[in-house]
């Protein structure tokens, strides 16, 4: 690595500690560490979330599926996007007025149920070590690219610095970290795709007709097909990404950050302008990387496609660019894991001690004990599963993760505000059926099963589909509306209490 890139990943950890430093003197409760004390405004929020979705799966993954796949990378832009439809229309005030640190509080103010909110606390882990795994593969291929050390060794650099943000600083220092890198990685994005059109006049209709003949795949290129050969698949990916960021526990949290539903609201538009600026510009990433950089390149350096961008920066300006880009690149991963670790942690801590083993009675210090120490775990947990991970591509991982919420949180989200004659057996199986029936299909499937030797076991997949959505989306809803006409009669009286609170936020 050049001096200037050391000076810019030195720079970036210096300035991310800084702020871990200075969140450490205000986190001295558990509501401080778990949602800053709801005292974010609707534009830190927003900016915050927009960092905490744009992940290593946004900047390095769909920047090297366009480059090697075309429209069929596109896919996961635009599922990313939409989300945030759902999560603006349906889920963010609700979820603001009626929780208050996780997602199993929101689940419990309607059924106040010791095994829901386990259930809830272990789809929410669940889905944090999925995306985590992506994350750090993420961030061991970049610092391997550019450090030249073994990818272990860089999984446990990044590994030991998440655990130090949410260990100190807790969700204020995880949120001014999540702004700092949403702003880094914006200018970055914007650079290189600028670059990117000035290298074509600035003529994008010329650029789309240059990409039929640069690339092994022909006037393909720009359309679906190329890696989706399955209609069926590309259509339940697509059900898994719209869906899933409205039962993502990183991001709901972040709505507990403000002081109330407007605010919230507010911070959802706030992160789906950037978020959507963001991924139209993938588009140019992911071309400039197919034309400047070309496919073999791109994969010579990671078998997945995920140092696209950092070489489309080095082809378009040189060892400078590279190296902020890079530098960005790793503090884009480091946000995003402290808020999943944070998330994780806040589940069992909150959730699965505080409420269940200490039965609502625990202390300010022991929760904060347990969150932190919980915080550790779920850390070495996700660093020994990413380093069995290293060939896989990190949108592709986030897309499990994705699959995951919307088939297990997303049923019981929407029937719990919605549906008057949901009651406790149905949030069970709603959650149960969702989470078992896409874990369990994600095992038998091409992910984990193949004849080439580059898969984790030997043999034909039993399920046909990548992503499982398709079938377990509808699980998890069918399994919520079966539970609860076959459980006891739903309490009308607690329906009409959250069903006024989660409208107009009344406590």
């Known amino acids: 690595m050049s001096g200037v890139g050391l000076i810019f990943f030195v720079g970036i950890v210096a300035l991310t500690l800084f702020v871990t430093y200075i969140a450490s003197k205000r986190t ?24 905490d979705y ?24 635009i599922g990313y996007l939409v989300a945030y439809l759902v999560v603006l229309y349906i889920v963010a005030e609700p979820l603001r007025n009626l929780g208050r640190y996780t997602l199993a509080d929101m689940i419990t103010a309607r059924f106040n149920q010791k095994k829901v909110r386990g259930a809830a606390a272990i789809s929410t882990i669940t889905i944090v070590l999925f995306y985590m795994i992506a994350q750090l593969v993420g961030a061991g291929a970049l610092i391997q690219l550019l450090l030249g050390i073994d990818y272990w060794v860089a999984v446990l650099i990044v590994g030991t610095m998440m655990t130090i943000y949410v ?3 807790g969700m204020a220092a995880t949120s001014w970290v999540q702004i700092i890198k949403a702003v880094l990685l914006m200018i970055g994005t914007v650079v290189i795709s600028f670059l990117v059109l000035l290298e074509f ?5 010329g650029m789309f007709t240059e990409m039929k003949t640069v690339t092994a795949q022909g006037e393909n290129y720009l359309n679906p097909g190329v890696k989706y050969t399955n209609g069926l ?18 991001i709901l949290m972040r709505f507990f950050t403000v002081k109330d539903a407007k605010t919230a609201r507010s911070s959802v538009v706030y992160a789906t302008w950037i978020v959507g600026i963001f991924y139209v510009l993938t588009i140019f990433l992911g071309f400039g990387a197919a034309y400047f950089v070309g496919a073999s390149d791109i994969m010579a350096a990671n078998s997945a496609g995920n140092m696209a961008a950092p070489l489309l920066a080095k082809a378009l300006g040189g060892d400078f660019l590279m190296s902020f880009v890079s530098a960005v690149a790793f503090a884009t991963i480091l946000a995003v894991v402290a808020g999943l670790v944070l998330s994780g942690a806040s589940a069992f801590a909150h959730d699965i001690y505080g409420q269940i083993i200490k039965k609502g009675k625990a202390t300010e210090k022991e929760q904060m004990k347990a969150a932190r120490l919980a915080s550790v775990g779920v850390s070495v947990l996700s660093i020994i599963l990413a380093l069995g991970a290293q060939t896989m591509n990190v949108a592709f991982l986030v897309s499990l993760a994705f699959c995951i919420a919307a088939s297990a949180n997303l049923p019981v989200i929407i029937y ?13 199986t709603a959650i149960i059926t969702g989470l078992v029936t896409a874990l369990v299909l994600v095992s038998l499937s091409p992910n984990l099963w193949g004849t080439d030797g580059t898969h ?7 399920f046909s ?24 009669r739903a309490d009308q009286k607690k329906y009409a209490e959250v069903d006024v609170k989660a409208n107009i936020g009344l406590k």
């Open 28 to 51: 001295n409760s558990a509501s401080e560490f778990y949602t800053a004390g709801g005292g974010l405004t609707g534009w830190q929020n927003g900016i915050a979330i927009a960092g």
């Open 54 to 77: 744009l992940s290593a799966a946004s900047f390095l993954g769909i920047a090297g599926a366009i480059a090697l796949f075309g429209f069929d990378g596109f896919f996961y832009s």
């Open 167 to 169: 260990l100190w600083g």
């Open 201 to 205: 006049n600035f003529n994008i209709f």
């Open 233 to 250: 698949d590309t259509i339940s990916m697509m059900i898994a990404l719209v869906l899933g960021t409205a039962g993502l526990p990183h």
């Open 416 to 428: 719990t505000i919605y549906w008057k004659k949901f009651n406790t057996t149905g949030a069970m």
């Open 456 to 462: 984790l076991f030997n043999g034909t997949a039993l």
């Open 465 to 488: 589909l990548t992503n499982p959505a398709i079938i377990s989306v509808p699980a998890g809803f069918l399994g919520g509306f079966v539970g609860a006409l076959i459980g006891a």
